[in-house]
C-alpha cells in the first residue's frame, strides 16, 4: 500500500468511528462500507451533515466551502477522504 492509500485509510477509518459513534450506535462496523451512500439514500440527514462537516475541519484542520457541503463531496467515506486529502494537500 503506497503513503496516499495509507492516508486515505486512516481518514476513512477516523471519519468511520466518529459516524458510528455519533449517528449510528450500535450498527455494525463492517456494515458501513466505504462506497455507502451516506446522503443520497438518506443515512445522513442535514443536521447530521452539518455535524460531520465540523468534525472534519477540527478534526483534519481544513475549511469546506458552502458549494462542498455536498453530495459530491460527502456522499460515500471514499468522496470524504478523498475532499479532506485534497484540502490537505492544498494548504
Known sequence: M????????????VVREYLLEE?????DPEALEDSMALLS?????S??????V??????FFVR???HEVTV???????????TILEKVKGK
Open 41 to 45: 439514500s438518506g443515512i445522513i440527514d
Open 2 to 13: 503506497n503513503r496516499e492509500n495509507a492516508k486515505k485509510e486512516e481518514v476513512i477509518e
Open 47 to 52: 443536521i447530521a451533515t452539518t455535524k460531520l
Open 23 to 27: 449517528f449510528l450506535p450500535g450498527e
Open 72 to 82: 459530491d463531496y460527502l456522499n460515500s467515506l471514499n468522496d470524504i477522504a478523498n
Open 54 to 59: 465540523l468534525f472534519l475541519e477540527e478534526r
Open 64 to 66: 469546506f466551502e458552502a
